[in-house]
């Protein structure tokens, strides 16, 4: 049978047997008493990660989102973020149907938006405008292809957000793959943020899971909220013991899968179809765009898929190609002869 190249998301990821053997024999309790050794350790070697007070388990990206919106928010308060993030993109308007906020989306460069612009959407002090509460930023920004954020942008926004009274949230689903494409450390890139969710299920490699961060009274009530929404989980730990497992062996090889989607990059952008600037490609994940209107993405992603390569359709005129721990030299090579082969001249 052929290979499948499963280039559609690094979700798709599946456990390693040394990430099985951690999950298997990891110790567990009953999480809801807080008596899970393995979900405490990672709880606590994130919040040190990432230079937080505590921090928490939750089931996935969407929920730490939510959490950490519903935590830091009132019904009817207002939350700036870009237009092309994933909680106001992706995240079935879960914030307006449970958080009862309103958001503010701005459309940003690549996902990327400035102090200026931010300044611009902040509400006045007037009873006709709702109370802007929180400033969400995504970094690195998926659906601006894996775009790092710059961190000298992102304390120019504290700075705003310090003037305004307004907290400030960090998507960081893949925020290690901005660590590691440019070494800085996570707790400098989390400093200007009063929370942070970070995903073990994408780069990781991890099954399930993500866990948000912040101070410990913010942790605490991110914590209620966390039990109404029904994400009070028990014996969890056999979920931790993979993050555990990811944190130590996971990490640094990030940077392997930035150089293979280099890689791609460089070689696809020289197909006339596909033509686009590699050096946007900084971390993960390739957008690439299909300059003939007549060739639609799904028609691209159903050609490629006949000759084993997934990928997924990202909007008008775009594919994404996302490289992760299950895709090694001999997959790119191939994934290369494959693009050459159908849409080369
Ligand atoms: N992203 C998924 C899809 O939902 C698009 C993907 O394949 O990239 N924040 C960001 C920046 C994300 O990219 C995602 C998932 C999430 C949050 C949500 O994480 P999950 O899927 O665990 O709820």
Redesign the pocket.
Known sequence: MMRLIDLR?D?VTKPTDEMRKAMATAEVGDDVFGEDPSVNLLQEKMAGLLGKEAALFVA????G?LVSILTHTHPADEVILEANS?PFH?EAASAAAYAGVQFFPILGNRGILTDTEIAKAIRPDDPHFPKTRLICL?NTH?RGGGKIYPLEEIQKIRALADANGIAMHL?G??LFNATVATGIPPADYCKPFDSISV?L?KGLGCPVG?VIAGSKEWIKAAHQNRKRLGGGMRQVGILAAAGIYALDHHMDRLAEDHRRAKELADAISQIPLFEFTPSAVETNIIVLPIHDPETSPEEVVERLKSEGVLVVPFGPGEIRLVTHIGIDDKDVARTIEVFQKLFGE
């Open positions: 998301s979700t996935s990206g969407t929920m989102n994933h992706y995504e998926n998507d689903a893949r995903c299920s993500s």
